[in-house]
């Protein structure tokens, strides 16, 4: 069972950044695709962004880039979102997830999920 359990999060003003963590246990992370995604109250889980097994290459969504970064830590089997100048609609439950196969955009393409955490910003 690959395990993926988040911390971060919380309230932060517009305009501040927070950085919210993803710890994998169970499987050889470095194996693994990561993704971020984020679901609003009353909207559907989107997209933010993923990051390749080794880190070399990301993807964002546009609403995000430029000022969302993820890094992966393969030492410590972690993932990282970097979330810098967060507006209010960013407010969301921001999840981790982890797949096998490839970079997706896509959230069926994932097979584990962390927990979530709460992400509000306040204008």
């Known amino acids: 069972q690959f395990r993926l359990v988040q911390s971060g999060g919380g309230l932060v003003q517009a305009g501040g950044s927070l950085r919210l963590s993803c710890a994998a246990s169970?499987?050889?992370?470095?194996?693994?695709?990561m993704g971020w995604f984020r679901q609003a109250p009353g909207k559907e889980r989107e997209f933010v962004g993923a990051?390749?097994?080794?880190?070399?290459?990301?993807d964002y969504a546009d609403s995000v880039k430029g000022r969302f970064a993820i890094s992966r830590d393969i030492a410590k089997n972690t993932v990282y979102l970097q979330m810098n100048s967060l507006k209010p609609e960013d407010t969301a439950i921001y999840y981790c997830?982890?797949?096998?196969?490839?970079?997706?955009?896509?959230?069926?393409?994932?097979?584990?999920w962390g927990q979530g955490t709460q992400v509000t910003v306040s204008s």
């Open positions: 997830a982890a797949n096998g196969d490839l970079l997706s955009r896509s959230r069926y393409a994932y097979n584990y």
């Open positions: 169970g499987r050889t992370f470095s194996s693994y695709y």
């Open positions: 990051i390749s097994r080794r880190g070399f290459s990301t």
